[in-house]
């Protein structure tokens, strides 16, 4: 069974980022105009856990969420 278009890319986004993480090119800090923003490195293992979710998802027709991403309220 095939993922839906929005899983599919879904799937596409964390390659690509898993892609950018392993060859450096990651932006961890951008500063413009007198302000900067700093970004969390991403978890490598969970990115590809979420990746293999998908693609064993793509390949059996279900799909079982890992939680790549998580949100910290402060």
């Given amino acids: 069974m095939a ?3 929005a899983d599919t890319a879904r799937l596409l986004r964390l ?9 450096g090119r990651a932006v961890s800090k951008i500063s413009a105009h007198g302000r900067s923003k700093d970004m969390a490195a991403a978890d490598l293992s969970r990115l590809d856990g979420e990746i293999e979710a998908l693609e064993a ?4 027709g279900s799909i079982r969420r890992r939680g790549a991403l998580t949100f910290r309220f402060r």
């Fill in 57 to 60: 998802a793509q390949a059996t």
């Fill in 15 to 23: 390659r690509a980022a898993r892609d950018s993480l392993i060859s």
């Fill in 3 to 5: 993922l839906s278009d």
